[in-house]
C-alpha cells in the first residue's frame, strides 16, 4: 500500500512548494482545503469541488459525531462513501469547534465534556474518543486534539492550556497507533508567544508526527500579529514535514502565509460566503446583492474560467440572490472556491519558477485596482 509522504519539490525564500501522497491521491501543497462541514461541501456536487482543483477538503469531527455519528458513518463505509468523494479528507480534532459551538461544556485534563447544540444531549471528547471518530470517519489527515484558548489571553494562561495540549498531542499519538496510509498532525500551540511556541514544537517534535499544524492563530488577533507569529513560528517546525496553517482565511491572509512557509490552509469563508453574496475577485471584494449589478451584463470577472463567470451576467447574479434562488449560493460558492484554487496554483507554478516575490507585486496590484467601474 502507498505510503504517506511528502516531497518537497521547490522553495522560493521561505515560501514551499511540493507533493503530499496519500493512497487516496496526491495533494499539491501550497493546498487549500474547503471545507466540508456535515459531509458536504455546501451547495456544492463533489465532482464540483474537485473541478474547481482542490485535491483534499476537511471534515469536522464535532458535527459529524452529533449528527449522523462517527459510527453510523462507519457503518455505512466510511466517510469517502458516504458523501462520494474519493479523494484524501482531513478532519480536525473536534476540540475547537466544541470550544466555540457548544453549550456548557468542562474542561477537565481528561478532556471536554459538553452538550450538543444540535439536541442538547450530553458528550465526551478526549484525545483517545477524538481518535477513535477520526477513524471510524476514515480520515488520511487525523488532527491531534487539542484545546486553545481565544487572544488575547494572558501568558498564564496560554502557557497552561499550550502544556495541556501537548500532553494530548502524546495521548493522541499513543491512541492513534499504526495506522498505514493515514497520517497524524502536531499543533502547534502558545499564542503569539515565541518561547511558548518554541517549547510546543520541541514537545510535539519529541513525540514525532507526519506533519505539523500551526493552531491558535486566526482566532481574534488580527493579520499583522498572525504573520508576526508565523515569522517565527513556522521555522521551529520540521522542513521535510507539511505544515498547515489551521482556519485560514482571506485571500491576502493565505498568500502572506505561504510566503512564511506554510503548505496547507483551510476555510470556510469562500464557501460560506458564496451563500451571503459575497465574491472574491482579483480586484478584491465584490458584493453582488448591491444595486450597481442590477443591468450590469458583464461577468463577475472576465478572465475567470468558472460556470458562474463563464455563463451568467452579474445582472443574473444579482437578481438569484436577490430572489434567494438556490443557484445563486451554487455558483456563487463555485466562484470562489475555483478562485481561491486559481491562487493556489498561481503559487505552486511561482514558487517552482523563483518568481513567487514578483507574483505576490501583481496579486497586491491588481487588487489593488478594485472592482470594475459601474456601467
Ligand atoms: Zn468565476
Request: hydrophobic content about 40%.
Given at each position: 500500500?502507498?505510503?504517506?509522504?511528502?516531497?518537497?519539490?521547490?522553495?522560493?525564500?521561505?515560501?514551499?512548494?511540493?507533493?503530499?501522497?496519500?493512497?487516496?491521491?496526491?495533494?499539491?501543497?501550497?493546498?487549500?482545503?474547503?471545507?466540508?462541514?456535515?459531509?458536504?461541501?455546501?451547495?456544492?456536487?463533489?465532482?464540483?469541488?474537485?473541478?474547481?482543483?482542490?485535491?483534499?477538503?476537511?471534515?469536522?469531527?464535532?458535527?459529524?459525531?452529533?449528527?449522523?455519528?462517527?459510527?453510523?458513518?462507519?457503518?455505512?463505509?466510511?466517510?469517502?462513501?458516504?458523501?462520494?468523494?474519493?479523494?484524501?479528507?482531513?478532519?480536525?480534532?473536534?476540540?475547537?469547534?466544541?470550544?466555540?459551538?457548544?453549550?456548557?461544556?468542562?474542561?477537565?485534563?481528561?478532556?471536554?465534556?459538553?452538550?450538543?447544540?444540535?439536541?442538547?444531549?450530553?458528550?465526551?471528547?478526549?484525545?483517545?474518543?477524538?481518535?477513535?471518530?477520526?477513524?471510524?470517519?476514515?480520515?488520511?489527515?487525523?488532527?491531534?486534539?487539542?484545546?486553545c484558548p481565544a487572544l488575547p489571553a494572558d501568558r498564564a494562561r496560554i502557557a497552561d492550556s499550550m502544556r495541556m495540549s501537548m500532553?494530548?498531542?502524546?495521548?493522541?499519538?499513543?491512541?492513534?497507533?499504526?495506522?498505514?496510509?493515514?497520517?497524524?498532525?502536531?499543533i502547534q500551540q502558545g499564542g503569539l508567544e515565541r518561547d511558548f511556541r518554541e517549547e510546543s514544537a520541541k514537545a510535539?517534535?519529541?513525540?514525532?508526527?507526519?506533519?505539523?499544524?500551526v493552531g491558535g492563530l486566526?482566532v481574534g488577533e488580527?493579520?499583522?500579529a498572525m504573520f508576526g507569529c508565523l515569522d517565527f513560528a513556522t521555522d521551529m517546525?520540521?522542513?521535510?514535514?507539511?505544515?498547515?496553517?489551521?482556519?485560514?482565511?482571506?485571500?491576502?491572509?493565505?498568500?502572506?502565509?505561504?510566503?512564511?512557509?506554510?503548505?496547507?490552509?483551510?476555510?470556510?469563508?469562500?464557501?460560506?460566503?458564496?451563500?451571503?453574496?459575497?465574491?472574491?475577485?482579483?480586484?478584491?471584494?465584490?458584493?453582488?446583492?448591491?444595486?450597481?449589478?442590477?443591468?450590469?451584463?458583464?461577468?463577475?470577472?472576465?478572465?475567470?474560467?468558472?460556470?458562474?463567470?463563464?455563463?451568467?451576467?452579474?445582472?443574473?447574479?444579482?437578481?438569484?440572490?436577490?430572489?434567494?434562488?438556490?443557484?445563486?449560493?451554487?455558483?456563487?460558492?463555485?466562484?470562489?472556491?475555483?478562485?481561491?484554487?486559481?491562487?493556489?496554483?498561481?503559487?505552486?507554478?511561482?514558487?517552482?519558477?523563483?518568481?513567487?516575490?514578483?507574483?505576490?507585486?501583481?496579486?497586491?496590484?491588481?487588487?489593488?485596482?478594485?472592482?470594475?467601474?459601474?456601467?
Amino acid at each position: 500500500m502507498k505510503k504517506f509522504s511528502f516531497d518537497l519539490q521547490a522553495r522560493d525564500g521561505a515560501a514551499r512548494t511540493g507533493v503530499i501522497s496519500t493512497p487516496r491521491g496526491d495533494i499539491r501543497t501550497p493546498a487549500f482545503m474547503p471545507v466540508g462541514t456535515a459531509a458536504t461541501v455546501k451547495a456544492m456536487m463533489p465532482e464540483s469541488v474537485a473541478a474547481t482543483g482542490a485535491d483534499i477538503l476537511l471534515g469536522n469531527t464535532y458535527h459529524l459525531m452529533l449528527r449522523p455519528t462517527a459510527e453510523r458513518i462507519d457503518r455505512l463505509g466510511g466517510l469517502h462513501k458516504f458523501m462520494n468523494w474519493d479523494k484524501p479528507i482531513l478532519t480536525d480534532s473536534g476540540g475547537f469547534q466544541v470550544m466555540s459551538l457548544s453549550g456548557l461544556r468542562k474542561l477537565t485534563e481528561k478532556g471536554v465534556t459538553f452538550k450538543s447544540h444540535v439536541d442538547g444531549s450530553k458528550h465526551e471528547l478526549t484525545p483517545e474518543r477524538s481518535m477513535e471518530i477520526q477513524k471510524l470517519l476514515g480520515s488520511d489527515i487525523v488532527m491531534c486534539f487539542d484545546e486553545c484558548p481565544a487572544l488575547p489571553a494572558d501568558r498564564a494562561r496560554i502557557a497552561d492550556s499550550m502544556r495541556m495540549s501537548m500532553r494530548w498531542a502524546k495521548r493522541s499519538r499513543e491512541a492513534f497507533g499504526d495506522q498505514p496510509g493515514h497520517a497524524l498532525f502536531g499543533i502547534q500551540q502558545g499564542g503569539l508567544e515565541r518561547d511558548f511556541r518554541e517549547e510546543s514544537a520541541k514537545a510535539l517534535i519529541d513525540v514525532g508526527f507526519d506533519g505539523y499544524a500551526v493552531g491558535g492563530l486566526a482566532v481574534g488577533e488580527g493579520q499583522e500579529a498572525m504573520f508576526g507569529c508565523l515569522d517565527f513560528a513556522t521555522d521551529m517546525l520540521p522542513v521535510d514535514r507539511p505544515r498547515y496553517l489551521m482556519g485560514v482565511g482571506k485571500p491576502d491572509d493565505i498568500v502572506g502565509a505561504v510566503a512564511r512557509g506554510i503548505d496547507m490552509m483551510d476555510c470556510v469563508l469562500p464557501s460560506r460566503s458564496g451563500r451571503t453574496g459575497q465574491v472574491f475577485t482579483r480586484h478584491g471584494v465584490v458584493n453582488i446583492k448591491n444595486a450597481r449589478h442590477a443591468d450590469d451584463p458583464r461577468p463577475l470577472d472576465e478572465a475567470c474560467t468558472c460556470p458562474a463567470c463563464s455563463n451568467y451576467s452579474r445582472a443574473y447574479l444579482h437578481h438569484v440572490f436577490r430572489s434567494q434562488e438556490m443557484i445563486s449560493g451554487m455558483l456563487l460558492t463555485w466562484h470562489n472556491l475555483h478562485y481561491f484554487q486559481e491562487i493556489m496554483a498561481g503559487m505552486r507554478d511561482a514558487i517552482a519558477a523563483g518568481t513567487f516575490d514578483a507574483w505576490q507585486a501583481d496579486f497586491h496590484s491588481q487588487r489593488a485596482q478594485g472592482d470594475i467601474d459601474p456601467l
